[in-house]
């Protein structure tokens, strides 16, 4: 007769995760229908029918969100007293991110990495993370620093260089 092993598996409470962001979730979608009922807009929107039962909703999807310029000024001559470092624009195919010195130069190494969810940014640093919602940092164990990172929408990995502080 063969031996067959045995593994004990104990559940326990996540240690190394923890919940940043969430995607609401519009199924199960029922029926839809692309309507063009607001007359001051180009673009129709999506009418759907969302859920079963007491969780059904009604939900209006719009294609984008236009974008007005309201100002547009030269700044001119630099700055003479700032209270923030940095300046964050964001297109659809980068994030530029400029610092204010004497003049606006863009900072090519900001330590900024990525962006994290639906609206919040990831700024790594050798002494931790900062996650930039609402501000939360997470700062790495005495003796140790953070050497690489890499994130994508929902995660963030960091390799952390043991009694390493270069």
């Not at 009418?47 to 079963?52: E, H, K, P, V």
């Not at 100002?71 to 630099?78: E, I, P, Q, T, W």
């Not at 930039?132 to 994508?152: D, Q």
Request: aromatic letters at 6%.
């Amino acid at each position: 007769m063969v031996d067959v092993l045995r593994v004990h598996f104990n559940p326990r409470a996540l240690r190394n995760l923890t919940l940043t962001d969430e995607t609401p979730a519009l199924n199960p979608i029922i029926q839809s229908k692309l309507l063009n009922f607001a007359p001051n807009t180009e673009s129709p929107q999506i009418l759907s029918a969302c859920g079963r039962g007491l969780r059904s909703t009604l939900h209006i999807l719009q294609h984008g969100i236009e974008v007005d310029q309201i100002v547009n000024c030269d700044l001119g001559s630099a700055p003479n007293d700032t209270w923030d470092v940095y300046i964050v624009l964001s297109f659809s195919y980068r994030t530029l991110v400029l610092s204010i010195w004497e003049e606006l130069v863009e900072d090519r190494d900001a330590g900024f990495l990525s962006s994290l969810g639906a609206d919040s940014l990831v700024q790594v640093h050798p002494n931790g993370i900062r996650h930039l919602l609402e501000v939360r940092e997470w700062s790495v164990p005495s003796g140790k620093s953070i050497v690489k990172a890499a994130t994508n929408k929902r995660q963030i990995f960091s390799g952390p260089g043991f009694g390493r502080s270069d």
